[in-house]
């Protein structure tokens, strides 16, 4: 079923900031815990990941209110990131087709910017980036579902 989450950004200090969350929303962190950018696979061609930022977050999940789960991962100026109050929130979508992915990404990317293209990633999901013409950052993500008959 598709569900519509929020993604928020920070300037390296997302692990205290969502300590803080659970705090007040109570949970447990979703999705496998925390991933951190010293997790991310080495390919050929990806610069190194900077020492001061292997420890950080690249993605962490909190369910909050009924099925809506907070996300978010640390931004480092290291991967090109220059995150300020305003542009630290995106509407992530998590689609239920590759489909439905490519039709909502071509739409609501017309007359915006591409902020990274539908692609394959390493951790299985079809996934990309836009920011619409009205200024609103979007995630789009859709993940094989594998038959379990």
């Not at 925390?34 to 390919?43: C, E, G, V």
Request: charged share 25%; aromatic share 12%; glycine share 10%.
């Amino acid at each position: 079923m598709a569900k519509v989450n929020t993604y928020l950004n920070f300037p390296r200090n997302t692990e205290e900031a969502f300590n803080f969350y659970k705090s007040i929303f109570g949970g447990e962190f979703g999705n496998d815990g925390i991933a951190r950018f010293r997790d991310i696979p080495h390919t050929e061609g990806m610069p190194p990941i900077a020492e001061e930022d292997k420890d950080l977050i690249m993605h962490i999940e909190l369910p909050i209110l009924g099925t809506h789960v907070l996300m978010a991962t640390d931004a480092p100026e290291s991967m090109g990131f220059n995150v300020n109050f305003g542009n630290n929130v995106h509407i992530s979508l998590e689609l239920d087709s590759r489909e439905e992915t490519d039709r909502l990404f071509k739409g609501l990317s017309d007359g915006g910017k591409i902020t990274m293209d539908l692609q394959d990633m390493f951790w299985g999901s079809y996934y990309g980036t836009c920011i619409d013409k009205y200024g609103v950052q979007w995630m789009f993500s859709y993940v094989e579902k594998q038959n379990l008959n």
